[in-house]
């Protein structure tokens, strides 16, 4: 058996851990909203059309910020259709999805569903076919103290008190050709330097996310993101990275090192941000404010052959049309909560992230029409994260085995992150075994923190890493006691079987 040891020390400090790294994300995209968290008539929906168990599931997810309207979406989006009265509202083509948009949640819905809920907003403003003007309309919309007339609007709809919404994307994957309002990075960059300015002469203290590079794939990544920056370095706070990683054919072991990608896709663009940013001392951070698992290869495939059949079988315009429900597997959880050990261990520059999406779409999250609402597998790993860490991310030094994989060679067989909350007096352990046939003997040097006892230890396993969770077994993949010892040498032991995660909190 395979033996790895981990070291920490409580002076051997990341970054305090962020709770914007738990956010999520709705987009009005399939049936993330209409059929997701919104479904007048289902039993369990309040007077409002906002199914409660939903929310329950979501405030047990531990969710602390949530992106939206957008994504894809965002780029067509006027925002003033979704305010005012229902019965008055327009129903639009949305084209980023060939779908048809009613309306009936918009701004005011979503903000008291979001702060029922306990999370915080992060609006996207529509620079793809729109620009300044609109961001700003929406601004004071949004945030404004009544007395002006579109804050006394918000006010005439319901909303009486701001929404005080601090975070704001400026527009979405705007280096992408598929983007409505595609732009080159120059104009990208001039735009929302401007929208930016403008923003923030309406409320300074805004905190505004550039659109970087759609995916690390892009031809323009890194290019794009230095003349974004340059553009609009003195005006913006972070800038936005997106990644996507799914299984290709039967390589396993690739996938499961996945936060392999993810460190140099980080790496890469905090080398960027210090280039750009060399001779001032304003800060840009990072907001990784999309990623997860998604088989994103199968969907675009689907996607290129609807529209090759276009012109001879005309598409239709669906409301709410189930789109990308990816059914996750243990193996999936597994590397979810693998990339929430790179986002933490980046604490220092990933200072925002959210999980796309929340509900149904690619989600950790999935209900039934009229029927129940279910975890997925990769809702445990990250449940478990967002409540058990706390304080600061320490840094860790792990001497294990590596395992090969075919994309990035050798790599480590088991990676960790450990956080400390000193004024609480616990310590978490995450740790990922990337191992496909091999388990592997952890111990971890806790000594220095004073660690006496175990709290809770759990691990997530299936023999079976293509197990998956539905309406009609929902807890077929859900985390399992682990055996973990913290003998009087300060020294947590446990044993991670292939394929597998684990969260360990212990007290002082």
Same mark, same amino acid.
């Given at each position: ?16 851990v962020h709770r914007r790294l738990f956010g999520s994300f709705v987009e009005h995209m399939g049936r993330s909203v209409y059929g997701g968290i919104y479904e007048p008539g289902h039993p ?88 300044v003007l609109e961001a700003l309309d929406l601004l004071e919309y949004t945030n404004g103290e009544a007395g002006t007339t579109l804050a006394d609007q918000r006010v005439a709809n319901g ?145 290129q052959a609807a529209i090759a059949a276009e012109p001879a079988v005309p598409r239709p315009w669906p409301a709410a049309p189930h789109l990308i429900e990816d059914d996750y597997r243990a ?38 029409? @009229? +029927?129940?609402?279910? =975890?997925?597998? /990769?809702?445990? %790993?990250?449940?478990? *994260? &967002? #409540?058990?860490? @706390? +304080?600061?991310?320490? =840094?860790?030094? /792990?001497?294990? %085995?590596?395992?090969? *994989? &075919? #994309? ?101």
């Amino acid at each position: 058996m395979r033996r790895t040891s981990v070291t920490v020390a409580p002076q051997d400090t990341i970054a305090p851990v962020h709770r914007r790294l738990f956010g999520s994300f709705v987009e009005h995209m399939g049936r993330s909203v209409y059929g997701g968290i919104y479904e007048p008539g289902h039993p369990t929906a309040d007077e409002h059309g906002f199914r409660r168990d939903v929310a329950d599931l979501v405030r047990e997810l531990g969710v602390t910020t949530v992106r939206y309207p957008g994504g894809n979406f965002v780029s067509g989006y006027r925002w003033e259709d979704g305010v005012g009265p229902r019965e008055q509202r327009p129903v639009r083509r949305d084209v980023a999805w060939h779908s048809i948009e009613t309306n009936e949640v918009g701004l005011d819905e979503f903000a008291a569903w979001a702060r029922a809920n306990g999370l915080e907003l992060m609006l996207a403003v529509n620079l793809g076919t729109r620009g300044v003007l609109e961001a700003l309309d929406l601004l004071e919309y949004t945030n404004g103290e009544a007395g002006t007339t579109l804050a006394d609007q918000r006010v005439a709809n319901g909303a009486p008190e701001p929404h005080d919404v601090r975070i704001w994307c400026l527009g979405n994957e705007m280096d992408g050709p598929w983007q409505v309002g595609h732009l080159s990075a120059e104009d990208y960059g001039t735009l929302a330097a401007r929208t930016a300015a403008a923003m923030k002469r309406a409320d300074s203290g805004l905190e505004l996310v550039a659109c970087g590079s759609s995916n690390a794939q892009m031809p323009t990544f890194g290019s794009w993101e230095r003349t974004v920056l340059e553009r609009s370095w003195e005006h913006v706070d972070l800038i936005s990275l997106h990644a996507y990683y799914e299984q290709r054919g039967d390589d396993l072991a690739s996938f499961l090192a996945s936060g392999r990608d993810m460190d140099h896709f980080i790496d890469t663009v905090v080398a960027t941000v210090d280039y750009v940013g060399r001779d001032s001392d304003h800060q840009v951070h990072l907001s990784f404010d999309e990623w997860n698992v998604w088989r994103q290869s199968e969907f675009n495939a689907a996607e290129q052959a609807a529209i090759a059949a276009e012109p001879a079988v005309p598409r239709p315009w669906p409301a709410a049309p189930h789109l990308i429900e990816d059914d996750y597997r243990a193996a999936d959880a597994v590397v979810v909560g693998s990339l929430l050990i790179t986002l933490l261990r980046h604490a220092d520059r990933v200072h925002a992230a959210s999980l796309a999406q929340l509900v149904n779409v690619i989600a950790p999250i999935r209900t039934e029409p @009229g +029927g129940p609402a279910w =975890r997925q597998a /990769t809702f445990h %790993p990250f449940a478990l *994260t &967002a #409540r058990l860490t @706390g +304080g600061v991310v320490l =840094r860790t030094r /792990t001497d294990a %085995p590596s395992t090969p *994989t &075919a #994309r990035f060679g050798e790599v480590s067989a088991v990676d960790s992150v450990v956080t400390w909350d000193e004024e609480q007096g616990t310590a978490t352990v995450l740790l990922v075994n990337r191992g496909t046939t091999e388990p592997a003997t952890v111990e971890v040097d806790l000594s220095a923190l004073g660690a006496s006892h175990v709290l809770e230890a759990h691990l997530l396993h299936e023999d079976d890493v293509e197990a998956t969770n539905s309406a009609a077994a929902p807890d077929r993949v859900a985390p399992h006691p682990l055996a973990a010892e913290l003998g009087p040498d300060g020294v947590l032991r446990l044993v991670l079987p292939p394929v597998s995660w684990a969260a360990v909190s212990v007290g002082r």
